[in-house]
């Protein structure tokens, strides 16, 4: 297999956008990216897309060719994926299984989705579609409702409190004050989390992630072919993906997800490095209680101590690892389908030194964390600075 | 989809009604909901249908207050994962319960109670929802 990098990262803004369609918002995307890498678009050789659920959404599917057409790239093969809220992580994974085969040298890989267009009702019953809908969803299971399920058992198991829950709202909409392109910029309290009202007790409206628009892309080359490209190249050093029952039911344990344990674990030996090498994370924060699994699984505290290291600050844009510094997709936005590429996207800013106020000081080596449904896929990518040797 | 809504549901009637999954024969498994094949002994399994144990105790509850199509009247509800004590978990409505009742640990015991007065696809389901004993 050979060497991967990113060379170029494009997103838009995440949140409401009324005057602008899916194509505007992935067409938006793809020209970013492409103008941050430097190339022509006629130097691509094919196109991924990650998308959850456009046909529900807004009714359109054959999403590929829709993007090589947007963005003039006909006849470029062209292919969608889809793994619910991890479609953006295996698109990625796809596209980079294409360069590092040696099939192609370079390609474009995004994810978006538009949620808007519909009730939130619609939006919420698209979204159960990640879950089983035969004894999850006929039962009137959300997926607040599965995480909260979730976090209950943490709860009861490591003595995890709703207010280390809702530290991790307050910290991503924190981060996120410093993103320009976060759906929200708005600072909230502790107090603000738990004063929001109950969805999945639990779980309270700020413990989720929102109803977003957006989309997001990045370029992939050949890493030597990347060097003399791009002089922002970061190269993806190990890319895995795992799955587990789509039914939280049919899980071997309920205080984590086993597809991201087993995922982390072949991601740290493929890049032969261990979670304390890692400067920074974006991980799968759908809801607040995901976060706390997710730092555990991945290694980065032991399992039961993700809820204390949130409180004591370890997961904060200064702390020891910090954890979603572009807000996360509590705070930063979670279009499904973009989410997976948009984590991508800031490591390429983040491990450029260009994300400004919220740069991580330092940050040579990042994480991305996709998870898909109740933690039936992850897939997890660990990315490095090219030059940095 | 609305064609077939009645389809859609008769085929799970064994499921919903009597707890029917199934047997692995070869490792002596219980699964629930019932699967094509057995996933440890794969093509060597021998999976028969068997109906599951109508009590067990919960594993962890969530008071729904927002809840999906179909469940919008039904407001505040609890779903709970209850282990059926055959290694199966199941996720059901936890229902005619006092509220200070409901928690890890509790043992339930299975009723036959109308799932949703009109789903989105227009039939009414009925199917098994729990309560603590």
């Keep these: ?54 046909g529900r959404f807004v009714g359109q599917e054959h999403i590929g060719a829709l993007i090589a057409d947007e963005l003039g790239l006909t006849p470029l093969p062209a292919t969608r994926l889809e793994a619910a809220c991890a479609s953006g992580g295996v698109a990625l994974r796809n596209a980079y299984i294409s360069v590092a085969s040696g099939l192609y040298d370079v390609v474009a890989v995004g994810g978006v989705e538009k949620m ?174 995901a976060e706390i699994l997710a730092i555990e699984d991945l290694g980065f505290f032991k399992k039961g101590d993700g809820g204390k290291a949130t409180e004591k600050g370890k997961t904060s844009l200064k702390g020891e690892i910090p954890i979603n510094p572009s807000g996360g997709l509590k705070a930063c936005g979670h279009p499904v389908g973009a989410t997976g590429i948009k984590q991508a996207v800031e490591m390429f800013f983040q491990l450029n030194g260009l994300a400004k106020e919220r740069q991580v000081k330092d940050a040579k080596i990042g994480l991305t964390h996709n998870v898909g449904g109740s933690g039936a896929t992850a897939v997890v990518h660990i990315f490095k600075k090219a030059q940095v040797k | 989809m609305a064609d077939n809504a009645i389809a859609i549901h008769w085929r799970r009637y064994p499921e919903r009604y009597l707890l029917r999954g199934c047997h692995c024969e070869t490792c002596k498994t219980d699964f629930f909901p019932g699967r094509l094949f057995c996933p440890n002994c794969r093509r060597k399994g021998k999976m028969v249908s068997k109906e599951m144990p109508r009590t067990g105790k919960i594993v962890s509850f969530t008071e729904v207050f927002v809840g999906p199509i179909g469940f919008q009247h039904e407001t505040p509800y609890f779903l709970a994962l209850i282990d059926l004590g055959n290694k199966c978990m199941i996720l059901s409505q936890i229902v005619d319960s006092p509220k200070e009742k409901i928690k890890t640990g509790a043992q339930v015991k299975k009723v036959f109670r109308k799932i949703q007065d009109t789903d989105h696809e227009g039939a009414i389901a009925y199917g098994y929802k729990f309560k603590v004993s």
């Excluded at chain 1, 803004?13 to 022509?40: C, Q, T």
């Excluded at chain 1, 007790?201 to 992630?209: E, F, G, M, Q, V």
């Excluded at chain 1, 993806?236 to 344990?253: E, H, M, P, Y």
Aim: hydrophobic share 40%; glycine share 8%.
């Design chain 1, 116 to 289: 808007t267009e519909i009730s939130v009702e619609e939006a919420g019953f698209a979204l159960g579609g990640a879950g089983d809908q035969e004894t999850e969803l006929f039962h009137g299971a959300t997926f607040p409702a599965l995480y909260a399920l979730l976090a209950r058992k943490h709860m009861e198991a490591f003595g995890t409190t709703e207010e280390q829950m809702a530290q991790v709202a307050v910290k991503n909409h924190y981060n996120a004050m410093f993103n320009p392109n976060a759906q929200f910029h708005r600072e909230i309290t502790i107090q603000d989390v738990m004063n929001s009202g109950y969805v999945a007790s639990p779980l309270k409206l700020l413990d989720c992630s929102p109803i977003s628009d957006g989309a997001a892309t990045v370029i992939l080359c050949e890493t030597s072919k990347a060097k003399k490209i791009s002089e922002n190249a970061i190269e993806i050093l190990a890319s895995t993906q795992a799955s587990d029952s789509l039914a939280l039911t049919g899980r071997k344990s309920l205080t984590e997800l086993m597809a991201t344990k087993v995922a982390a674990k072949l991601d740290f030996e493929e890049a032969h490095l261990k979670p304390s090498d890692i400067d920074l994370a974006e991980v799968h924060d759908c809801f607040t209680i």
């Design chain 1, 1 to 54: 297999m050979r060497s991967v990098s990113i060379i170029g990262a494009g997103q838009t803004a995440f949140g409401e956008h009324w005057n602008e369609s899916f194509r505007d918002l992935i067409g938006k995307a793809g020209l970013m990216a492409l103008e941050s890498s430097g190339i022509e678009g006629k130097t691509i050789q094919a196109i991924y897309g990650g998308t959850m659920a456009s």
